[in-house]
């Protein structure tokens, strides 16, 4: 009858060895600031994050570049050229961002100022 009765240690499948990593910390982010299609990047994924104030836009907003591989989901209109390593300007909207995120990504962009647009901002 004993060898019937397994311990808890065998019933349970073995843990892996490491910790998995972290899922990486994912922004919403809009081609246009008054647009309402979105979709979400990995903050890792946003480049040259500056200021820039749109046409219409009542004030700079954070703006950054991503590339199309780095669209997880969602939906943002863009024209992707053939070829080549597309990047797409987009807005982040401190009212999709979580407060401290959006702290941060202010920040970057006040280091970048306007980035590489030199226009307006």
């Known amino acids: 009858m004993d060898a019937l009765i397994a ?4 019933m349970l499948p073995a843990l892996p060895s490491a910790a998995p990593a972290p899922s990486p910390i994912l922004v919403v982010v809009q081609r ?7 979709a979400l990047v990995p903050l890792y994924a946003l480049e040259d994050v ?6 219409g836009a009542p004030r ?3 703006h950054g570049y991503v ?5 997880l989901s969602g939906d943002v209109p863009h024209d992707w050229a053939e070829g080549g ?16 995120l959006f702290d941060e990504l202010a920040r970057r962009a006040d280091a970048g100022k306007c980035g590489m647009l030199k ?3």
């Open 50 to 55: 500056h200021w820039h104030q749109p046409a």
């Open 7 to 10: 311990t808890s240690a065998e």
């Open 32 to 38: 246009e600031w008054n647009g309402w299609r979105k």
């Open 119 to 121: 226009a307006k901002c």
């Open 67 to 71: 590339s199309s591989e780095s669209l």
């Open 85 to 100: 390593e597309p990047r797409l300007l987009v807005c982040v909207l401190r009212r999709h961002t979580v407060p401290s």
């Open 60 to 62: 700079p907003l954070v």
